[in-house]
């Protein structure tokens, strides 16, 4: 969906709050696709801000399918984006900035999918755990241990001491 900002940007002191649905299904990275369960509204307060400028501010909430990062369960990954942005007209940009103009704007035009998109990848949590104290697999046979112990030996010896544990085996009698 695409938002007319020209009204905000000519007129000082003029305010529009825009209720937008979120068309987006699923949220694709380098990480993966995760794909969006549960989502409301985003909702744009839009504030002239000077000249050729409008503040954007609002929020919209979402609920994604993600895999925990250690035993690889899926999880749901609540996100309560909260933004609050400074964009200019096409006009009130110099040369320089001109290079900088955010994706999301299209002439005087606000991409509401793409908007949304870019809050995401900035919010996206570094690690997402199904609980705190995750366990995570086993490294030898692959099983969940949050759900059973399986026994394995998961010993792994300090590569460090590696040449004295060569002299032991040399010296050892058999």
Same mark, same amino acid.
């Given at each position: 969906?695409?938002?007319?900002? &020209? #009204?905000?940007? &000519?007129?000082?002191?003029?305010?529009?709050?825009?209720?937008?649905?979120v068309?987006? /299904? &699923?949220? /694709?990275?380098?990480? +993966?696709?995760?794909?969006?369960? #549960?989502?409301?509204?985003?909702?744009?307060?839009?504030?002239?801000? @000077?000249?050729?400028?409008?503040?954007?501010? @609002?929020?919209?909430? =979402?609920?994604?399918?993600?895999?925990?990062?250690?035993?690889?369960?899926?999880?749901?990954?609540?996100?309560?984006?909260?933004?609050?942005? *400074?964009?200019?007209?096409? #006009?009130? &940009?110099?040369?320089?900035?001109?290079?900088?103009?955010p994706?999301?704007?299209?002439?005087?035009? =606000?991409?509401?999918?793409?908007?949304?998109?870019?809050?995401?990848?900035v919010?996206?949590?570094?690690?997402?755990?199904?609980?705190?104290?995750?366990?995570?697999?086993?490294?030898?046979? @692959? /099983?969940?241990?949050?759900?059973?112990?399986? +026994?394995?030996?998961?010993? *792994?010896?300090?590569?460090?001491?590696?040449?004295?544990?060569?002299?032991?085996?040399?010296?050892?009698?058999?």
């Amino acid at each position: 969906m695409f938002i007319n900002l &020209s #009204e905000v940007f &000519s007129s000082e002191g003029s305010k529009e709050t825009v209720e937008a649905p979120v068309e987006l /299904q &699923s949220f /694709q990275s380098r990480l +993966g696709d995760f794909p969006i369960v #549960e989502k409301t509204p985003a909702v744009f307060t839009f504030t002239n801000d @000077g000249v050729n400028k409008a503040k954007v501010e @609002g929020g919209v909430r =979402l609920v994604l399918k993600a895999g925990c990062d250690r035993c690889l369960a899926e999880v749901p990954v609540v996100l309560d984006l909260k933004f609050d942005r *400074v964009v200019t007209s096409p #006009e009130g &940009s110099t040369e320089e900035e001109a290079d900088d103009i955010p994706d999301f704007m299209e002439g005087y035009q =606000l991409n509401t999918e793409t908007f949304v998109y870019d809050e995401i990848l900035v919010n996206w949590p570094t690690k997402i755990l199904c609980k705190e104290d995750c366990k995570g697999v086993c490294p030898v046979c @692959g /099983q969940n241990r949050n759900l059973r112990e399986c +026994g394995c030996d998961t010993f *792994v010896p300090d590569p460090r001491m590696a040449v004295i544990k060569d002299i032991f085996n040399a010296n050892k009698e058999v």
